[in-house]
């Protein structure tokens, strides 16, 4: 009876609205091809297939797979040529990675990404179930089993802005200067003795910089890479969500459709995560890289290491967690080999946060005349009671208009599709850009340095700089270099346009 009544599910596009595209018809169908390479292309098929991001991964999916297409005891090619290689159509607006957008608005991106999940699941047919999360409370202070958010808060008070834990950044570091040619780097475990005594030796010397990072063995240092990771006292991708992990492959045959559901559920990882393990996955990346010398291959490596992101601290290893080891290297291999498309936010998502973003302005400004309306309403009323026979309406003549801000009158001057650019670390003078059809975001960064090369000090640092979206229905927006300008334009007229370093 429960399925006989079941109510048809509201489609995305139902509570959303579908996405209005700013630029032409003819300007909408040159959309040209971008090679997400991730370096692991020697075994790769080479016919390619596309991956779009301007459409919703729900609404792409055709057909519902069959249930027998699902099952738990899928047997997953070892080989690198069972991955597909994919081709990332890029649009006039560009590529956004996950670092090019406000905290805001990764906070709006996040709650997209689970709405967004939870429609493309149910299009699979799948349901989409989320674990509870227990507070575990870990140590407060010191290296090993310390929250993730507690050691950023530790670290960000000597090195602001850090966004990555610096003791894992220390062992990757070590690892990547000295082990990646290593036989059977994070395979061959080091000496267990050796281990704990270099972590007690951590735990004592490493925030006061005496700590000697030469008599460290590379095996060692894996072998605390992989203790750092294990001792969190929540996994890395998250309690709440590996059962949508483990779904994505039991439930899901086809690569395209296990990658779409793996990126959505990367953008629903807290930032902290996020950061961390984008870390460790360039780190993989390297090693793979380096198979020819340290024997170890992307299934070796995935192998290896989704023990330590999928089994946490406080979970027993059962018997089913140990059957899923195949399930879990799987996924782990899915994140090392796409890991370039992953770290890249979908553009329907970016569009659907513009939307948000104006909505809340409009609701602002009616607030705000509301606001001021009132306010009118009740000094006339405290003014008729306190002197009622005074009270005249002003008349025609001595009526006076607000006097318009310098800011409204600087932007109502502007013309129609030219834009002025600041770059306040490097000038005083904001330069006016007309923009065409073919200027992009590029052509305005090498404009502003042939200006500003000249018998400047600074000339060799505004090489490095990117052109930024600000304000508007958008929080802050680094830009692609190869964005064309005046389709950005057009879906935010609003917004300042600044040059500024990117921060890493």
């Known amino acids: 009876m429960r399925k006989k009544n079941k109510h048809a599910v509201r489609d995305v596009r139902d509570i959303f609205g579908v996405a209005e595209s700013p630029v032409s018809n003819s300007d909408a169908l040159k959309l040209f091809y971008y090679c997400l390479d991730c370096g692991l292309d020697k075994d790769t098929p080479s016919v390619a297939e596309e991956l779009s991001f301007e459409v919703s991964f729900s609404e792409s999916i055709t057909e519902i797979p069959k249930e027998k297409e699902g099952l738990k005891s899928q047997r997953f090619k070892k080989e690198d040529s069972s991955l597909t290689k994919f081709i990332v159509r890029k649009s006039r607006f560009g590529l956004t990675e996950v670092g090019d957008l406000s905290v805001e608005d990764m906070k709006k991106i996040r709650y997209l990404s689970l709405i967004e999940l939870t429609a493309f699941y149910d299009a699979l047919g799948i349901e989409l179930k989320r674990d509870r999360t227990d507070k575990v409370k870990g140590r407060e ?77 590379n095996n060692d240092a894996a072998g605390l890479l992989k203790m750092f990771i294990r001792e969190l006292p929540s996994p890395l991708f998250t309690v709440e969500y590996l059962p949508a992990f483990i779904a994505l492959v039991e439930r899901i045959s086809k690569i395209k459709l296990q990658l779409q559901a793996l990126h959505l559920l990367i953008m629903l990882l807290p930032d902290a995560n996020r950061d961390t393990a984008k870390a460790f996955l360039i780190f993989l990346k390297k090693v793979v890289a380096n198979e020819g010398k340290n024997k170890m291959s992307l299934w070796n490596v995935s192998m290896i290491v989704a023990p330590n992101l999928f089994i946490y601290k406080g979970k027993r290893s059962n018997q089913e967690e140990m059957q899923a080891a195949a399930t879990t290297a799987h996924i782990v291999r899915l994140l090392i080999r796409y890991q370039d498309i992953l770290w890249t936010v979908p553009s329907f998502l970016i569009t659907q946060v513009r939307k948000m973003n104006e909505a809340a302005i409009n609701n602002t400004k009616k607030q705000l005349i509301f606001d001021k309306s009132m306010r009118k309403l009740l000094r006339r009323k405290t003014l008729e009671r306190e002197r009622p026979e005074k009270i005249e309406a002003p008349s025609p003549r001595t009526s006076k208009t607000l006097p318009t801000s310098p800011s409204s009158r600087r932007k109502s001057d502007i013309p129609e599709g030219v834009i002025r650019v600041h770059a306040p670390l490097h000038s005083k003078v904001s330069m006016a850009i007309q923009l065409n059809g073919q200027t992009k975001a590029k052509d305005i960064l090498a404009r502003f340095h042939c200006e500003n090369s000249h018998d400047s000090p600074s000339s060799i640092k505004t090489q490095n700089q990117s052109l930024y979206e600000i304000g508007g229905n958008i929080g802050q927006h680094c830009l692609d270099p190869d964005a064309y300008m005046l389709d950005v334009y057009h879906v935010n007229p609003h917004a300042e346009w600044v040059i500024k370093p990117k921060t890493s």
């Open 141 to 217: 202070n010191g290296l090993f089993g310390v929250p993730l958010n507690v050691l950023l808060e530790n670290d960000q008070k000597k090195f602001p802005g850090i966004k990555v834990p610096l003791i894992f950044q220390k062992l990757l570091q070590k690892l990547e200067e000295t082990g990646l040619e290593t036989e059977g780097i994070l395979r061959v475990p080091g000496s267990a003795s050796r281990v704990k005594n270099l972590r007690q030796e951590l735990e004592s010397k490493f925030y006061e910089d005496t700590f000697d990072w030469d008599q460290v063995r």
